[in-house]
């Protein structure tokens, strides 16, 4: 999946949106037995945001994607294509991407979204790529928003404590010179009972159980050791169809769960934690919204500068994971 032809999708602007309401460790030590130290130590998690009520996973991305198209200077009539990662959509149906496009006012363009879990912004991504790439769109909104807190059991402490609500967008534009150079997918659904919500339209919900049994359930350790495993894999995948080297990297954009796992993939990359952007200390694991979260923060602050090497990373139930180098 190596860019070879003369079109590239260019990052033109980025954009994020956290809620407002913010839970930190010390408020969660309140509602189940853990504590800030426990929880810094184990994810360098310090706080997350909760969506209000009535805020949708929609509504948070439409404020990220504003943001990305006012960085971009692209106007909604420009839009061919919107692509939202989201694991927590708005509804069932319509998709989340056709509820942002209402909201815009971009009526017309395709809209869809894509369902890859924590690597819902890479993988939408890579969608929105390819369809740069091959010539049948020009400029593409792509979102990664969520808001899991809603799938959250908020008396069990091993998962309550990792995850938070918050969306990012980027808008892609053709561009001759320069954008992303190739993307990197992968799944293992044979491991679909580590990290899930075991309840949907599908396989039915259980009246008997608070919000329908919907909840994510996740075997920690197992997550964690399959996570370093995989994302060692496919950095090197990516260097390596890119006749690149590790050194030749300006920046790690990870996803951003947990700390001990950005550290892991930045150690196999020999990177210094000066070149790795790190956000989850401030909003979780906001699953499809960290990735983008975390670029825009790293080109906000002017960390990223025009030219450089990125690698983008994420991993999520599924499992799936990918990558997406880029030079920005
Ligand atoms: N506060 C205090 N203690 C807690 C706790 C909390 N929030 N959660 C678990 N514990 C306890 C456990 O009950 C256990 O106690 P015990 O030794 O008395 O049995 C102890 O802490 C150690 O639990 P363990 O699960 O082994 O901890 P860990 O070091 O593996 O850390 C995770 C747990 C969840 C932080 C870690 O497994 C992890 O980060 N996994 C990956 C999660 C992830 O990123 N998922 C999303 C991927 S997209």
Same mark, same amino acid.
């Given at each position: ?18 809620? %407002? ?15 800030? %130290? +426990? ?9 997350? !945001? ?15 994607? $504003?943001?990305?198209? %006012? ?21 069932? #149906? ?5 509820? &942002? ?54 008396? %069990?402490?091993?998962?309550?404590? $990792? #995850?938070?609500? *918050? ?5 892609? @534009? ?9 993307? !990197? ?5 044979? @491991?679909?009972?580590?990290? +899930? ?11 008997? =159980?608070?919000?329908?049994?919907? @909840? ?7 997550? #964690? ?11 090197? /995948? ?12 300006? +920046? $790690? ?9 950005? =550290? ?5 990359? =020999? ?8 956000? &989850?200390?401030? !909003? ?28 983008? /990373? ?7 994971? *990918? ?6």
């Amino acid at each position: 999946m190596t860019q070879t032809g003369r079109i590239y999708s260019r990052i033109a602007g980025t954009g994020s949106y956290l809620p %407002e309401k913010v839970l930190t460790n010390d408020d969660l030590a309140k509602m189940v037995d853990t504590s800030d %130290e +426990w929880i810094r130590s184990r994810t360098g998690i310090r706080e997350r !945001h909760i969506a209000a009520a009535g805020q949708t996973s929609g509504d948070l991305g439409y404020e990220a994607a $504003l943001r990305a198209m %006012e960085a971009a200077g692209v106007t909604a009539a420009e839009l061919d294509m919107i692509v939202v990662g989201t694991t927590t959509p708005d509804l069932v #149906f319509p998709s989340t991407a056709c509820l &942002v496009q209402a909201k815009l006012g971009a009526e017309g363009c395709a809209a869809m979204d894509v369902n890859a879990a924590c690597s819902g912004f890479v993988f939408a991504l890579s969608v929105a790529d390819k369809f740069i790439r091959c010539g049948d769109a020009k400029t593409v909104l792509v979102i990664g928003t969520e808001t899991l807190s809603r799938i959250v059991d908020w008396t %069990e402490r091993t998962t309550c404590v $990792l #995850f938070g609500d *918050g969306a990012g967008a980027a808008v892609l @534009k053709a561009d001759a010179e320069t954008g992303i150079l190739s993307t !990197h997918l992968h799944a293992d659904g044979s @491991k679909n009972d580590l990290l +899930w919500n075991p309840v949907g339209v599908s396989a039915g919900f259980r009246s008997d =159980e608070p919000n329908g049994g919907a @909840k994510i359930n996740m075997k920690g350790n197992d997550v #964690f050791k399959y996570a370093v495993k995989a994302l060692d894999g496919v950095v090197d /995948e990516t260097l390596a169809a890119n006749g690149l080297d590790k050194r030749d990297l300006d +920046w $790690l954009i990870p996803h951003q769960a947990n700390l001990r796992i950005i =550290e892991a993939t930045a150690k196999r990359l =020999e990177m210094s934690m000066d070149q790795v952007i790190v956000t &989850v200390d401030k !909003h979780g694991n906001t699953s499809s919204g960290s990735v983008p979260l975390a670029l825009d923060a790293a080109i906000r602050s002017g960390r990223v500068q025009r030219g450089q090497l990125l690698l983008l /990373e994420a991993f999520g139930g599924g499992f799936t994971w *990918g990558s997406a180098l880029l030079r920005y």
